[in-house]
């Protein structure tokens, strides 16, 4: 708000003095001010950004931070437990010894727990800047990417991503799919399902039955497309279509008729790299 004010006021005081000053000096600071204008526009809508990115780590923070807090809880009562069997007379070593190695097994899963959730926010951090610094502002109009809970989400909508009424890929969208492409390409360690979404309006075209078909058939499109023009290894891809049964807005408005038609690109570590982030305890953990 200070940078809008000082602009306002810089461009008021050009305004005052234009009278008193040579119409090239007074169009150099016309010009000026415009960009001063077009810069202020431009950092509002980075702090926008980091905004929304700064309220999906809150959300995977608040998860692991219960976890972490549900296991200091065992913890203490285990500790409890302990103090109790010395304090009791002649209860057996055995059990002492159970309680100790349960303890420290307890507190070598909260240390797990805090690498892990270190280790899931800096690797979705890193994905997700590279993807949207290497997204124009055009780009990023027809582009949502959020991060929940170690999995990114890349929606695309299908005005940028198909032909009009089809699932063929348009050729406007080929320069954002080779973005999205090098970013795959960069982390090999994940796995990446596409996933086609329509809105609720029946489907009426030859050799399509409705839209179940349309949305698998559109998410097929766009794993081909990923592995023929950009190189993406075909072993990490998976297509998936869930007609209109997955929506994001109510299908009552055309408005939110447009959000429900999107195609999803999910990156997610592989099998046993997400059941490390999602919190699987380490072997010597209690059962």
């Given at each position: 708000?200070?940078?809008?004010?000082?602009?306002?006021?810089?461009?008021?005081?050009?305004?005052?003095?234009?009278?008193?000053?040579?119409?090239?000096?007074?169009?150099?600071?016309?010009?000026?001010?415009?960009?001063?204008?077009?810069?202020?526009?431009?950092?509002?809508?980075?702090?926008?950004?980091?905004?929304?990115?700064?309220?999906?780590?809150t959300v995977r923070v608040k998860s692991l931070e219960e976890q972490i807090a549900s296991a200091q809880a065992n913890v203490?009562?285990?500790?409890?437990?302990?103090?109790?069997?010395?304090?009791?007379?002649?209860?057996?070593?055995?059990?002492?010894?159970?309680?100790?190695?349960?303890?420290?097994?307890?507190?070598?899963?909260?240390?797990?727990?805090?690498?892990?959730?270190?280790?899931?926010?800096?690797?979705?951090?890193?994905?997700?800047?590279?993807?949207?610094?290497?997204?124009?502002?055009?780009?990023?109009?027809?582009?949502?990417?959020?991060?929940?809970?170690?999995?990114?989400?890349?929606?695309?909508?299908?005005?940028?991503?198909?032909?009009?009424?089809?699932?063929?890929?348009?050729?406007?969208?080929?320069?954002?799919?080779?973005?999205?492409?090098?970013?795959?390409?960069?982390?090999?360690?994940?796995?990446?399902?596409?996933?086609?979404?329509?809105?609720?309006?029946?489907?009426?075209?030859?050799?399509?039955?409705?839209?179940?078909?349309?949305?698998?058939?559109?998410?097929?499109?766009?794993?081909?497309?990923?592995?023929?023009?950009?190189?993406?290894?075909?072993?990490?891809?998976?297509?998936?279509?869930?007609?209109?049964?997955?929506?994001?807005?109510?299908?009552?408005?055309?408005?939110?008729?447009?959000?429900?038609?999107?195609?999803?690109?999910?990156?997610?570590?592989?099998?046993?790299?997400?059941?490390?982030?999602?919190?699987?305890?380490?072997?010597?953990?209690?059962?």
């Amino acid at each position: 708000m200070k940078i809008s004010v000082f602009y306002t006021l810089l461009f008021s005081g050009s305004v005052l003095f234009a009278g008193c000053v040579s119409n090239k000096k007074y169009n150099d600071l016309q010009t000026n001010f415009n960009q001063l204008q077009e810069r202020s526009r431009s950092l509002n809508q980075q702090y926008q950004q980091a905004q929304n990115e700064l309220s999906g780590s809150t959300v995977r923070v608040k998860s692991l931070e219960e976890q972490i807090a549900s296991a200091q809880a065992n913890v203490s009562s285990l500790q409890d437990a302990l103090n109790k069997c010395l304090n009791s007379s002649n209860q057996g070593n055995v059990n002492i010894s159970k309680l100790v190695d349960e303890i420290n097994a307890s507190n070598s899963y909260i240390k797990h727990l805090v690498n892990t959730k270190n280790k899931s926010d800096s690797l979705n951090l890193v994905l997700t800047n590279n993807l949207t610094r290497s997204l124009s502002r055009e780009e990023m109009r027809d582009v949502d990417v959020q991060v929940l809970k170690g999995v990114v989400y890349i929606s695309l909508s299908d005005n940028m991503l198909y032909k009009s009424g089809s699932y063929e890929i348009s050729d406007q969208a080929g320069e954002t799919l080779n973005k999205i492409a090098k970013i795959i390409k960069d982390y090999k360690d994940y796995e990446v399902l596409i996933e086609g979404n329509t809105d609720d309006v029946p489907i009426s075209q030859k050799n399509i039955r409705n839209n179940w078909d349309l949305s698998a058939l559109r998410a097929s499109s766009v794993v081909q497309s990923l592995q023929m023009n950009y190189g993406v290894d075909p072993k990490r891809l998976t297509a998936g279509g869930r007609g209109e049964y997955n929506p994001v807005a109510a299908n009552d408005s055309e408005a939110g008729r447009t959000k429900n038609r999107r195609t999803q690109i999910i990156i997610t570590p592989k099998l046993d790299q997400f059941m490390e982030l999602i919190g699987k305890a380490p072997e010597t953990a209690p059962q």
